[in-house]
């Protein structure tokens, strides 16, 4: 007889238990809820040969992008690949997917991944690790067309379609279909309320579409369902960029002090990711923050020639940049310099086109060398989705340029720049008051006036 998972996918291991165990494990890990990681190592320590179970522990760990998980992560493919002889073909399409990833080749992981999920239409953890890897890598579309390959041959019935939605919601944002995604993302959650991908994922719709008080409505009235999920960090930072273009600026301190600075020194990436993107975008409107830079350029200074994600490398930038730790910034750039001389990995890539520009325009904003900040970032900034993350994250380089723009006096090129940022978002008030510094720069005096009505009118409703 042939095992299978709960979504009738065959499974190599012969103990139904066993089998079990693992699909309790990973529904908790898509529903961001638990230590699926610890959970599997209690399962793999009575079933030590269950290489299922080794291709999820290291799934799971190709997702953190920490060096710290680079070595449990290694130990779990090496001893999937022992069990090799023993596994079906869908477990030797995982396997092969996670030795690509640990060699550096995360863009051929997802190819074995996606061939696994063309034979095997139902293997969620196939979808998962595709979808959250083509986040990870700036693979715009993929995270859209994995799941839309697939769609069609999930039915409500199918246990786990509810993830399905959560990611083809993200996906199809990500690509600017955004009733369809509010549709689908709002779906999943009427199915499994604690589904906070699929939360995230209407908090992204209302984020680009600038329905601001929406989102903190959203948010706030559905806190009960993802404060306590592990993905409770980021739907913060979510919350807080509400609150930050409603120019709320105690509302958004409140929630880093309380949500994304924790005292633990070697804490989540994840965290440290949104607190520094959450403090550069309060730099650029020229706000105080404290001492807040100095605890976190704290925790990222131990990682700062890691050289492992170019997405993490500008995040340990602004903290270097805003704490004025010249030395770790310079630290970061050699490192990056000599790695992308050197190494041949898939994330060299993402560090040579927009990581190391950008950390050397951070530096140069740092500096006050606002001028180099724009030339730096100009030719890049279509570039940007090479590095990975969301358009919501990655909004942090265009406003740098423009901020960078109205400071260094080129006023003609940061109306155009504003321009753009009101004609993608004009619900926006920090857009308008963009625009109304940017004509007053240029001296036209009657259009800053009615930009900034524009903002102050937005505030108002
Ligand atoms: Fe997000």
Redesign the pocket.
Known sequence: MTNADCRDVPVSYPDPAAIRALDRLHEDSLAFQGDPVAGIDEVLREHPDFVLAHCFKAGLLTQTMEVRAYRPMLVSVEAAERLARQANDRERGHIAALRAWVDGNFFGAVQHWEAVLTRHPHDLLALQLVHLTDVLLGDTPGQRDCVARVFPLWSEGLPGHEFVLGFYAFGLEENNHFSHAEELGRRAVAMRPRHPYAI?AV??VLEMMGRQSGGIWWMRSRADDWTGSNFAN?LW??LALFHLDLMQVDRVLEIHDRHLHSDTPSGDKYEELDAAALLWRLKLLDIDVGARWRDLADKWEPNATDTLYAFNDVHAMMTFVADGRTEAAERLLNANERYVAHAGDANVAMSRIIGLPFCRALQAFGKGDYGRCVDLLLPVRYRTHRLGG?F??RDIIGWTLLEAALRAGRFALALALANERCALKPTSPQNWRMVARAHAGLGQRDHAERAEARATSLLAA
């Open positions: 995230h908090a992204h980021h930072w979510h969301s919501a994250q």
